[in-house]
């Protein structure tokens, strides 16, 4: 029996880091931790730099990623888990598509 797979998307809000191989690296890293909890269809658009219009925790330059991926609503728990512990990560939205 195969678990039922709902399609979500995912928005990473990031401290503006001096890097951007880093950067990089910690979107490999997000896109490698949803295949490990069975995502498939993963996708993933990268913002360098971006300005916001008001400050998250006294930032206004910030990096986002904007993930799309298929996988069980299970999975999500440990997946924003995971969001909750990066000390780099400001704010995080996800969604369901319909």
Known sequence: MTTK???YT?????????NNTNFQLMTFSYAQFLKKLGASDISA???NEYQ???PLQKSTDVKFIEFSFDVSPQ???TFTQRLRLDE???R???TKKA
């Open 45 to 47: 658009i990268t913002k």
């Open 88 to 90: 780099l990560l400001l």
């Open 92 to 94: 995080f939205f996800l």
């Open 52 to 54: 916001l219009a008001y």
């Open 75 to 77: 999975a999500l728990k």
């Open 5 to 7: 797979k709902n399609s």
């Open 10 to 18: 995912c928005v990473l809000i990031f401290k503006e880091m001096a």
